[in-house]
């Protein structure tokens, strides 16, 4: 009998083995996502493969049919199938049963592998919708926290806003306040010039009349008020710059993190407003493992708050510095006001009644100069009473001197002889009284002429006086800064 024919013996002698992939891939499929994904491996949700291992392994059925005969396990082979040209009678490997239970076996594990393929497709989509879902919401909370972040960030930008712009308010009011000052302290020099100046024109007095009168008083009082004035305009000088400084550091924390949230703003609402779909989105290799935080949002709120209230307590101590300041500037251009009027009319006064003692003084000169005219007269006639005695006594004492001259008995010591004996005496009397009225008279002339001098003196002395006071001191004191000026508004 004849061979038909007989199965290859290379083909179940040596059967090959199962590819590990089963199916091809798909040239659209892989070509279409060929370096998509970064070359470093992503988390376990990220990393599935287009086809599981799973579907692989359980395609791959290798055969494992039972060899035909005993003798031919373990032989090698070219003993165990030899050659169709080498056979000359009929050989068969596998029983008609056999090949029915491989096409079973076969039929069952390929509904096995379909069915289990068909739950992997479906466990596969169902996976793929529920990630997608839930990559959607938490996209969507990060973007809903984003919104909510910059809302935050834009109530505090409004409230940084809104007191920088009162910072700013308060620290130019404190600034036109301080100008203020200044110029009202420099308006107090020319005021205290003049009162040391009127000191230094009243030492110049004479006589009696460099005394320490009401008008000095008050010219030192003044004085000591105006000093007293610019220390206190100077010490809230330095307390307004002091504040000025302090305003301005509030004022550069508020702006500085102003600043900060501003550029956190842009970059949040940036990030707000990125979708799956918008430009510039990319990989960032470890990102997530990077940590430049500095801050919770319970912090982050507290330092603006702490940057807002420090600003509003600077406001208001600038606030309080300046109505102490405008109190100030009212009250010592009142004090310096008052005492410059009490020194006016101190000088007034002090004028008035040194005008009055000048012309005392020059009614009592004229009295004097009319009493020594008339004491140079009264001298002039006793001069001329002693002189007219002489011819009256020469005659009396000629008489005594020849009657001398009778002879013997006619040298009698009659009425003739006694009176011109008390006439010579009468005559030598009045010229004795004449003569010490005279010299009385001239002593009364010199104490005249002495007090002439003393009321011209003190005449020349008032005169001075006067000029002083009038002309010199009342014309520096015509002009005091007015109340504007005296509280630096001009």
Not at 96 to 102: A, E, F, I, V
Not at 305 to 318: C, P, V, Y
Request: hydrophobic residues 35%; glycine residues 2%; charged residues 30%.
């Amino acid at each position: 009998m004849e061979l038909v024919g007989s199965p290859l013996s290379s083909t179940f002698a040596h059967p090959r083995s199962t590819p590990s992939k089963f199916l091809p891939a798909i040239s659209t499929m892989a070509s279409s996502y060929k370096n998509r994904f970064p070359y470093y491996p992503l988390p376990q949700s990220f990393s599935l493969p287009w086809m599981p291992k799973s579907y692989y392994k359980t395609a791959a059925i290798n055969p494992t049919l039972a060899p035909f005969s005993k003798s031919s396990q373990g032989e090698p082979p070219s003993k165990m199938l030899p050659f169709v040209s080498n056979r000359t009678t009929l050989f068969t490997r596998y029983t008609p049963d056999d090949w029915y239970r491989s096409n079973l076996t076969n039929y069952k594990d390929s509904e096995t592998s379909r069915r289990n393929a068909e739950c992997l497709r479906v466990d596969t989509t169902r996976l793929i919708q529920d990630k997608y879902q839930q990559t959607k919401k938490t996209q969507g909370e990060s973007t809903k926290n984003l919104g909510e972040r910059v809302n935050y960030i834009e109530f505090w930008k409004s409230e940084l806003r809104h007191e920088l712009d009162e910072m700013i308010g308060e620290t130019n009011a404190l600034t036109d306040v301080k100008k203020r000052l200044e110029r009202a302290l420099a308006e107090t020099e020319a005021p205290l010039q003049v009162a040391q100046e009127c000191l230094l024109h009243r030492e110049k007095r004479m006589g009696v009349d460099l005394v320490h009168d009401e008008v000095e008083k008050q010219l030192f009082t003044e004085v000591d008020v105006i000093r007293s004035c610019q220390e206190r305009m100077q010490w809230y000088l330095d307390r307004a710059k002091a504040q000025l400084a302090s305003n301005r550091a509030a004022q550069h924390e508020v702006e500085r993190d102003l600043a900060n949230k501003q550029t956190a703003h842009r970059i949040d609402d940036k990030c707000h407003h990125l979708r799956n779909s918008s430009d510039g989105i990319s990989y960032y290799r470890g990102v997530e493992r990077f940590d430049a935080t500095i801050s919770v949002p319970e912090s982050w709120a507290k330092f603006t708050d702490d940057n807002i209230l420090r600003s509003q307590s600077e406001r208001a101590a600038s606030a309080k510095l300046r109505d102490d300041i405008e109190n100030l500037l009212v009250v010592t251009a009142n004090e310096m006001w008052r005492q410059f009027n009490t020194v006016n009319v101190a000088f007034t006064n002090r004028i008035a009644e040194t005008a009055d003692a000048k012309n005392k003084l020059q009614t009592h000169l004229a009295k004097t100069l009319k009493e020594i005219f008339e004491m140079e007269m009264n001298i002039e006639a006793l001069r001329k009473a002693i002189r007219d005695k002489g011819p009256p006594l020469k005659v009396a004492q000629t008489r005594l001197d020849e009657r001398t001259r009778r002879p013997d008995v006619e040298l009698c010591r009659d009425p003739p002889q006694i009176r011109l004996v008390n006439e010579v005496h009468e005559l030598d009397e009045t010229i004795q009284g004449h003569q010490q009225r005279l010299r009385d008279a001239e002593d009364m002339l010199q104490m005249l002429v002495h007090a002439k001098s003393i009321l011209e003196h003190d005449l020349a002395v008032k005169a001075n006086s006067l000029f002083i006071d009038q002309e010199k001191c009342m014309g520096m004191r015509k002009t005091f800064p007015s109340t504007a000026r005296l509280v630096g508004y001009v």
